[in-house]
């Protein structure tokens, strides 16, 4: 589990496919001596598991599933990543709850300039776009934000300076992919409703809710 608060940027040094996975190797600036072989790392939001590590570098395995869901596939040697290490017990959530499983990618259909904030917006999968709300929260290349607005398919939101510095979204341009994980919570909820909804129920109602003895 991470928070989606961006601890550094680390650059490509090395993608090997592997059949159809792939071994990444990163450029690192985290402390080594505390990072574990067999520890989470998300990378651009993706949670992978550390298989090898250097000086200033680790390494990690890329499963044919990351590879094709997200954006890790197509890096190239001097791209620039996203890395946060995973929550540990009594740690501040200062972003929000990220399991660092990729939903789907976006394409940035736009951006703009607002006081000096960066408004961003991003084209996303029909079938995913349910998952988002207004103020709701979304894992963007890892770092957690918050939804501005949403109209169909497209979403936007609100980039502060600090965060454009200290994560790659100031590398981004129009037409750039990132990954894209949305809002735990909503999927569970989708998940626990769906039964109710297959059997012709209405699931949560001000009914049942009264009847249980919530009202």
Do not use: W
Request: net charge neutral.
């Amino acid at each position: 589990m991470f928070t989606g608060l961006i601890e550094d940027i680390g650059k490509v040094l090395r993608l090997e496919r592997t059949g159809a996975g792939a071994r990444l190797v990163a450029s690192c600036g985290l402390p080594l001596e505390e990072i574990r072989i067999g520890d989470s790392v998300a990378v651009n939001g993706a949670c992978l598991t550390v298989v090898g590590k250097d000086t200033g570098c680790i390494s990690f395995d890329v499963s044919p599933e990351t590879v094709t869901r997200t954006t890790l596939g197509r890096l190239r040697p001097g791209a620039y990543v996203n890395l946060e290490r995973a929550l540990r017990l009594g740690d501040r959530l200062g972003g929000h709850l990220v399991s660092g499983h990729v939903d789907c990618m976006a394409v940035i259909s736009g951006s703009r300039e607002d006081s000096s904030n960066l408004i961003v917006s991003f084209r996303i999968p029909e079938k995913f776009s349910r998952y988002l709300i207004e103020k709701g929260s979304v894992a963007i290349d890892g770092i957690s934000l918050t939804v501005n607005e949403i109209e169909g398919d497209v979403f936007s939101v609100n980039i502060i300076p600090h965060t454009a510095q200290q994560t790659t979204l100031h590398l981004k341009r129009q037409g750039g992919e990132v990954n894209v994980e949305t809002d735990l919570i909503g999927k569970y909820i989708e998940r626990l409703l769906g039964p109710a909804r297959e059997k012709g129920r209405d699931g949560v109602s001000m009914e049942l809710l009264a009847k249980n003895g919530f009202l």
